[in-house]
Every structure is written in C-alpha cells, then in structure tokens.
C-alpha cells in the first residue's frame, strides 16, 4: 500500500482551504489590531524596543492558531 493510494482528496482540500482560512484570519486581525491601536505597533516594537507589547502580540496570535487548530480539528 503506497502513501498515495491512502491519501484522500478531500482531506487534503480541506487542509488546504482551512490553512488559508487561518492566514487570513490571522492577517485580518492584525490589520484591525493595527487600526484600532492609538499608536503605531511596528514602531512601538521594532524602534522603541517595547518587549511587553512584543508578547502581547505574539500571544493574540498564538491564541488565535489554537482557536483555528481546534475549529479545524471538530
């Protein structure tokens, strides 16, 4: 039995549908992260070198990739 002959065209659709669900997902949250913010994130981050907001961040992100991972896993 070969891998091919095991794998399932729809799984691998949905796979495909449901990663590029998740990158927009995660591209529309942070363009409304950047809009509703009062100051500039990037420049907070990268020129002022603020670590707090740094994690915050990070962890929306991580948040939201568990919240997707979970919707995709039910």
Do not use: C, H, Y
Not at 10 to 24: D, M, Y
Not at 33 to 45: C, D, G, N, W, Y
């Amino acid at each position: 039995m070969s891998f091919f002959s095991t794998l399932n065209p729809a799984e691998f659709v949905s796979t495909i549908v449901f990663s590029l669900l998740g990158v927009a997902l995660m591209g529309l949250s942070w363009w409304a992260i950047t809009r509703i913010a009062p100051f500039s994130i990037i420049k907070e981050i990268e020129e002022d070198q603020n670590i707090a907001l740094a994690i915050l961040i990070g962890s929306v992100f991580v948040s939201l990739a568990l919240i997707i991972s979970a919707v995709i896993l039910s």
